[in-house]
């Protein structure tokens, strides 16, 4: 039997969602060490929005949506300044998430 892709992307995100709720108390802690900030510095890049994008992705992967996310933003060096909240998932940023994704991409 022969599924259509919508409904195999429902099946999976159905799965996701279980998967969830089954380990929803667990914690486990993941050690990355292939690379670090050095990397990500040297090719022009902030490590905090590396690890939004990295988040945002990861979450539509799971998902196939993108959420809103916040980030505190200080703004103490100006006049009266405090912190605020970025958003930081934006058209650009849905735009590589969905490219990311896409098998047929090429950029």
């Not at 040297?42 to 905090?48: C, H």
């Not at 916040?70 to 060096?77: A, D, H």
């Amino acid at each position: 039997l022969e599924l259509p892709q919508s409904i195999l992307d429902k099946i999976y995100y159905a799965e996701t969602a279980l998967s969830d709720q089954i380990v929803s108390s667990d914690t486990v802690v993941l050690e990355f060490a292939e690379y670090g900030k050095t990397l990500i510095v040297r090719n022009r890049m902030s490590p905090d929005s590396f690890v939004q994008l990295s988040m945002l992705l990861a979450y539509y992967r799971l998902y196939g949506k993108i959420v809103c996310q916040y980030e505190p933003v200080l703004t103490k060096s100006f006049y009266h300044g405090r912190t605020e909240a970025m958003r930081t998932a934006t058209e650009y940023a849905a735009a590589f998430c969905k490219t990311w994704c896409d098998p047929s991409a090429t950029a």
